[in-house]
């Protein structure tokens, strides 16, 4: 194989790809991938179960011409070394986050661009958020209980409780592509948005978003949130969470400053409204704990949690328990459009490639881990 040696190469001549995947192989858009780069070698393995051999058998010289790798969570601990893959240009990630990902030598000793999946997951997840709060509000999970004995026992007959969503505020800590679209969605329904991201939005072009969102949806112009919060101190993230919010929405990548960020004071801070708290980015963010014991005294009204710490969470957990929570087992992101939209982003990318650029989208930053 001839590796390029030309600056822009569109059809991707001498470039190779390596797929690792750990469940059943995307065959439609891996051979759209294909037709619409003939001259990309593509090789897909798949780990159908993990310490079993992959499928078709893998040779570790297949990484010495290797120039791109698609990855999976699952088989990033099957990647090679650097000095093994001496013509890597790029790594496509199939997650989000890459919190997993920046211990790795291909990140931690080269400068290759490592790109994630950030978008794909944004109408499913946005659906699960607003899906579990207006099932907590609405007190759905009761009423199925009242079904199953046969009971007609209305439960919200006070006014008060059974407020509609418009007018209420919802808090996006972390507003990416999850983040955008959950604004997206929350807008239709009337709510106000409040945005919190680390570095300043304060212009028109600060607030626009240039990674990948499935077209007509997001906010790609950062319009929907009538106002913006930034910085990386505590204080920055207390001066968000006292704004007034009726539900906080969790979409921070984990890095070393987002660990234990929402604990006992923060929790504190949304007892003044009794906000409603999800979690759909990473369990360790939340202090389990002192999350357990915000919803059992009830000083926060309830939370819905994707993710946990611990993760997967023991059957005999308190957590399980604890007052007015819906936990589900990490399933937010699932979606038969997943491939689809990672392929999308995978074939954007190599296209910037094979023309030289250097821009390619969901980039890591690596001095910010994601």
């Known amino acids: ?144 209980k009242l079904q199953d004995q046969g009971q007609w026992h209305p439960l919200n007959t006070d006014p008060e409780d059974a407020t509609d969503t418009a007018g209420k505020r919802i808090g996006i800590l972390g507003y990416g592509s999850i983040g955008r679209q959950t604004a997206r969605v929350s807008k239709a329904l009337g709510l106000d948005i409040h945005a919190y991201t680390l570095h300043p939005r304060s212009t028109p072009e600060s607030r626009r978003d240039n990674s990948y969102s499935p077209p007509g949806l997001g906010d790609p112009e950062g319009e929907f949130p009538s106002k913006w919060f930034s910085g990386g101190s505590r204080e920055d993230v207390h001066a968000f969470l006292d704004s007034g919010l009726d539900i906080v929405v969790i979409a921070l990548p984990l890095t070393a400053k987002t660990q234990g960020l929402i604990s006992k004071p923060e929790l504190d801070i949304l007892a003044k409204k009794r906000t409603f708290l999800v979690n759909i980015a990473r369990g360790p963010i939340v202090n389990t704990e002192d999350l357990i014991q915000a919803l059992n005294s009830e000083k926060i009204v309830g939370a819905a949690l994707d993710v946990t710490d611990p993760e997967p969470l023991p059957k005999k957990h308190p957590l399980w328990s604890a007052k007015n929570v819906t936990i589900t087992p990490h399933v937010s992101a699932a979606s038969s459009f997943y491939f689809k939209r990672l392929f999308d982003i995978f074939g954007l990318n190599l296209e910037r490639l094979g023309v030289g650029r250097t821009d390619l989208i969901n980039k890591v930053n690596r001095r910010e881990g994601y």
């Open 1 to 144: 194989m001839t590796l390029i040696t030309t600056r822009t190469n569109k059809i991707l001549k001498g470039h190779k790809a390596v797929i690792l995947l750990n469940t059943e192989s995307p065959r439609t858009q891996v051979d759209a991938i294909q037709k619409r780069f003939p001259s990309l070698v593509i090789k897909t393995f798949i780990e159908n179960k993990r310490g079993e051999p992959m499928e078709p058998e893998f040779d570790e010289q297949e990484w010495k011409d290797t120039t791109i790798i698609l990855t999976a969570v699952a088989t990033v601990r099957l990647l090679p070394r650097p000095e093994q893959v001496p013509h890597l240009q790029y790594v496509q990630l199939t997650s989000a986050g890459a919190d997993y990902f920046i211990k790795n030598p291909l990140f931690t000793d080269t400068k290759i661009p490592i790109c994630t999946a950030s978008g794909v997951h944004g109408p499913q997840i946005a659906e699960w958020v607003i899906g579990t709060y207006l099932s907590h509000r609405l007190k759905l999970k009761e009423y199925s």
